[in-house]
């Protein structure tokens, strides 16, 4: 049982910073991901987790333990990399047992240990390959299995799946699911710039960027309530649409008038001066819908649709060649290029952004954003 405590991490080569004050809490037995563009910090986060990369300032703890300068291998950390890093002339059970052999384990318990992985991998019958003749995925397996084996406080997960092709990053990404049920009490920090990854693994996302947290929480708060137009942007795939608008009407139920677009109410509260203001309204692709009654969001014309069999994409001229709206319908809603199609969504669903790109929905910061 392991909980990391991070507080206004900061990491720097020479007069170039990656990270900007970083402070974190992360409880034990907790699968949390890290997940930004390229560039974001997430990997050298990871790494000054680990040890691999040295702290310019801040304090790291690990189970109530002050580890800035504690050496990796003293950490109780085990990493899976992007790489697999396998042995290649070594079986998988030589290269699953090679660490706790230079650690000067037991026979007994190197065999006991690596029976025990292989086998909450799925890996027993494997064991007297070579990497070679297995697939990327299986090799990835021994890669985590080598981490399992030494039992350790946290493990720490390096983008394993980018080097997979598409069907095999779904298969390891539910293996990976499975290793943490079967090991409820280990801490699990995953990185990451696949969101569907960060959904579908993660107890709670931190999404980074510029070397910032930009917002932490479940993958459904984050979905449902962005904090500001970088999250809602970037958790959600097709990105939320996001239109300029303006506030008619303040208050606990918020009257806007939308660019290219209609008036909408909106059950967001906003201060009694916001009105008049300028902002950005956000809707996601699969909440708008086709309009059947009197309230209408958007008309425009059909631009394009891509069939993608359950759903299509509708790109909806609204008026902003630069941006088309986006609509996320069933894959047999009857539509032809050119055609005019009427939107609206639940007011539910809806969100407004600030000049600074803040959510209304959100009245406090997140608890522990930097």
Same mark, same amino acid.
């Given at each position: ?162 080097? %997979?092709? *598409?069907?095999?990053? $779904? #298969? +390891?990404?539910?293996?990976? =699911?499975?290793?943490?049920? /079967? ?78 677009? %209609?008036? *909408?109410?909106?059950? $967001? #509260? +906003?201060?009694?001066?916001? =009105?008049?203001?300028?902002? /950005? ?85 997140? #608890?522990?954003?930097?």
């Amino acid at each position: 049982m392991a909980d990391l405590t991070l507080r206004q991490i900061k990491k720097s080569y020479g007069a170039i910073h990656i990270l900007h004050g970083i402070d974190l809490d992360i409880k034990s037995g907790e699968f949390i991901v890290f997940v930004g563009p390229s560039g974001c910090g997430k990997s050298t986060l990871l790494r000054t987790i680990a040890g691999l990369e040295e702290i310019t300032s801040g304090e790291l703890k690990i189970a109530g333990e002050l580890v800035n300068d504690v050496p990796p291998s003293k950490r109780g950390i085990a990493m899976v990399f992007q790489s697999y890093a396998l042995y290649p002339h070594m079986t998988v059970y030589d290269n699953m047992a090679f660490g706790m052999k230079i650690a000067g384990e037991s026979k007994s318990e190197i065999d006991r240990r690596v029976k025990q992985a292989a086998d909450i991998l799925q890996l027993t019958k494997y064991l007297d390959r070579l990497p070679k003749a297995m697939s990327g995925g299986q090799r990835q397996r021994v890669a985590i299995g080598r981490a399992i084996v030494r039992n350790p406080k946290v493990f720490l997960f390096d983008e394993p799946l980018s080097n %997979l092709d *598409a069907a095999l990053r $779904v #298969a +390891t990404r539910i293996e990976i =699911a499975k290793l943490k049920e /079967s090991m409820p009490n280990t801490t699990m920090i995953y990185v990451t710039h696949d969101q569907v990854e960060a959904m579908t693994l993660a107890d709670r996302i931190v999404v980074l960027k510029d070397g910032r947290v930009e917002q932490v929480g479940t993958p459904m708060e984050l979905y449902h309530h962005p904090g500001n137009l970088f999250v809602a942007q970037f958790i959600g795939s097709p990105a939320m649409n996001i239109v300029p608008a303006t506030i008619e009407k303040a208050g606990s139920t918020t009257s806007i008038a939308i660019t290219g677009g %209609l008036k *909408a109410e909106v059950p $967001v #509260a +906003t201060p009694a001066d916001a =009105a008049g203001a300028s902002i /950005s309204f956000g809707v996601r692709p699969e909440d708008l819908r086709v309009a059947t009654g009197g309230t209408v969001l958007f008309e425009g014309k059909v631009d394009y649709i891509e069939q993608l069999g359950e759903v299509q994409l509708v790109y909806l001229d609204i008026g902003r060649a630069d941006a088309p709206l986006v609509v996320k319908l069933p894959g047999n809603t009857p539509l032809k290029r050119g055609e005019v199609l009427k939107v609206d969504a639940d007011p539910a669903t809806l969100h407004i952004f600030n000049a600074e790109g803040r959510s209304f929905a959100r009245v406090a910061a997140p #608890a522990i954003a930097a």
